[in-house]
């Protein structure tokens, strides 16, 4: 349980729970429209399908299945020979054609013609009828049209005229249902029509041609009762023979013993050619989708469709998982976390559809996926601009261009609760006697000098600090608290604060010329500096957000800074040294470590009981820093 709360704190925004809101929202309308509307993303999911079939690419059909195409050649050469036109072929010369199938020994012949009116010419139904017979093996289709209307469903049904059907060894529908882009996916094996459900073409055929029912369970169906097609390939991918050449005799009559020959137009005009995955440009003739939907029935290999519950709970477990990324402590984590998941189900989907042709649902899940971890980014980023924006409002005019601009780089870094104390220097430097001076001022009605005072020094005290790098963390009248290695980290923080210590230290004598109480209070300054661990973060929320920086180095620095009233008293060393009589500096024990090469100090500043600590505090007394004495001279020329 420790660990589970761990990573919510990690992962929930706590100083904001608002922040879900937007996120939650859309995954909630998301949830709403696939309950309501459990289509929604049916268009789009076909298109995933037909990549999916794009892919895997086309596979050997696994029934013996012949196509003899009515195709334009042959309609052409056709009517050249006999003067006739195919389309309108007396039902005498189809007579002939059944036998001419029939010589060549099949299993099945099946006509994907209807006949659902009397052909013109005398007899020829007649002749059409008893060349079934004899062949005893021919199948016929019926035509069944549907259209929605209001509160039901329209539909016509034309099945061959009776003497045909009756000398037909079976008929069947072969009619497809189309999906909503239009694309045919799919096989109604069996249609309601009247008292007895009417079997599909297809499932006609492959059942004569296995001598048994094909057995089709429960669960491979749909709601819609439509089972998914197995699509082989595109336009081609079965044995097609044009019309004219089986009329010809121009033909590998083995290719057809034994076979299930399919006969149909492949031309334009017929306007019997359908999208389907393999044919999103060029359609596939309906001949073909056929041999497609009875190859599938023989083989046993549909597609398998994943169970309804699913939907809805990858569409749940997706959103919310994309919202727990999108707002971990590192954004780039996050959203490479999406992408990746994205891939990853994408890929897996793939490898199940072409190893154990299962239908994964792509759409409905990805969705919540980009939606909600999108709108978890954006919502991040309103906010955190919103927050950068308060920040630069805070800090403007007391840290540095550079150093502010390191804020704005580190913040969700400095946002992040998981973010680990760093080693830096930090800097507490006060105006001794300040407050009594205030007071005396306040008596004489001249407090506004003293603010006009306090203008120069922080002038003054700012480009010393920012000459080497240093962030103006807090001012508070004349207290001032600086930080070096902080928020960006800089390898020599410890030499910076001691070289912005002695410039601060350069710069209070100029400042003894606007001072308004020369006479009676001299300008003193104390500066207090330490180093260590510390953290650092932007805390807070709205309009109250700050930076903020905590830890017992800051704790003692402070300790130190106000010790410097009693050392003030304390003569300096003979000497001739960079910081003045009228500032004290000390440096506490850890950081005179750092850079006891650099300095000058006086070490014979006892340790001092300070409040909250139970060891005395070692510092001494910087005098000089031999790294920058030149620049430390071209500040006291100017």
Request: a neutral charge; hydrophobic letters at 50%; glycine letters at 8%.
């Amino acid at each position: 349980m420790a660990r589970i709360l761990r990573w919510l704190h990690w992962v929930v925004p706590p100083d904001r729970p608002l922040r879900w809101a937007a996120p939650l929202f859309v995954l909630l309308g998301l949830a709403l429209l696939q309950w309501r509307v459990p289509g929604w993303s049916a268009r789009a999911e076909g298109w995933t399908i037909d990549a999916r079939f794009a892919l895997r690419g086309p596979e050997p059909p696994q029934s013996p299945i012949v196509i003899v195409a009515i195709d334009e050649a042959s309609v052409q050469m056709l009517g050249d020979l006999h003067g006739e036109n195919v389309r309108t072929w007396p039902r005498a010369r189809w007579a002939a054609l059944v036998e001419r199938l029939s010589a060549l020994g099949p299993r099945l012949i099946a006509l994907d013609v209807v006949f659902d009116t009397p052909g013109w010419d005398a007899g020829g139904d007649a002749a059409l009828a008893e060349a079934m017979v004899r062949a005893g093996n021919v199948v016929l289709p019926a035509n069944l049209e549907e259209a929605p209307g209001d509160a039901f469903r329209m539909a016509t049904y034309s099945p061959p005229v009776a003497q045909l059907s009756s000398a037909a060894r079976a008929t069947g529908i072969s009619t497809f249902r189309s999906d909503v882009d239009g694309a045919i996916r799919r096989l109604t094996p069996l249609f309601p029509w009247s008292a007895q459900p009417q079997p599909a073409f297809a499932l006609v055929v492959a059942s004569l041609y296995r001598g048994a029912p094909i057995d089709v369970p429960a669960r491979a169906l749909g709601a819609d009762l439509t089972l998914p097609l197995h699509f082989r390939g595109p336009e081609g991918t079965f044995y097609t023979v044009p019309l004219h050449e089986v009329w010809l005799g121009e033909i590998d009559a083995e290719a057809f013993r034994d076979a299930i020959v399919l006969v149909g137009f492949t031309t334009q005009l017929e306007q019997d050619r359908h999208l389907t995955p393999f044919a999103a440009r060029s359609l596939m003739p309906g001949v073909e989708v056929h041999a497609n939907a009875i190859d599938t029935l023989l083989a046993g290999d549909w597609l398998r469709r994943s169970p309804d519950w699913l939907v809805p709970v990858l569409l749940v477990g997706l959103g919310l998982a994309s919202l727990g990324a999108a707002n971990l402590g590192r954004p780039a984590l996050g959203l490479l976390l999406l992408v990746a998941t994205a891939l990853v189900y994408g890929a897996v989907a793939v490898a199940l559809f072409a190893g154990a042709r299962c239908l994964v649902p792509m759409v409905a899940p990805l969705v919540p996926l980009v939606a909600v971890g999108g709108t978890a980014i954006a919502e991040r980023v309103v906010f955190a601009e919103r927050e950068k924006r308060v920040m630069r409002q805070r800090f403007a005019g007391i840290v540095s261009p550079e150093r502010l601009k390191a804020v704005m780089q580190h913040w969700d870094a400095l946002r992040s609760p998981q973010r680990l104390p760093r080693e830096a220097a930090v800097l507490f430097a006060d105006i001794r006697g300040f407050t009594a001076a205030t007071e005396t001022l306040m008596g004489q009605g001249r407090l506004a000098e003293m603010a006009e005072f306090l203008s120069s020094y922080l002038d003054a005290m700012s480009a010393a600090v920012f000459a080497e790098g240093g962030v103006v963390y807090r001012m508070l009248g004349d207290g001032l608290l600086i930080l070096f290695g902080l928020p960006e980290s800089l390898d020599d923080a410890p030499l910076r604060a001691v070289r912005a210590a002695v410039r601060m230290a350069r710069a209070v004598p100029p400042l003894t010329k606007v001072w308004p109480l020369q006479a009676t209070h001299p300008l003193g300054l104390g500066i207090g500096l330490n180093f260590g661990l510390m953290l650092d973060a932007v805390v807070g929320r709205g309009r109250q957000l700050d930076y903020s920086v905590i830890g017992d180095v800051v704790n003692t620095a402070a300790r130190i800074e106000s010790h410097c009233k009693q050392v003030m008293a304390v003569p300096l060393p003979v000497g001739e040294w960079q910081v003045p009589e009228t500032t004290t500096v000390l440096l506490g024990a850890d950081l005179f470590e750092k850079v006891r090469d650099h300095v000058q100090v006086d070490a014979e500043i006892p340790p001092f009981e300070a409040r909250g600590k139970a060891d005395p505090v070692r510092v001494v007394r910087l005098l000089s820093v031999d790294a920058d004495v030149a620049a430390v001279k071209a500040d006291k020329e100017g």
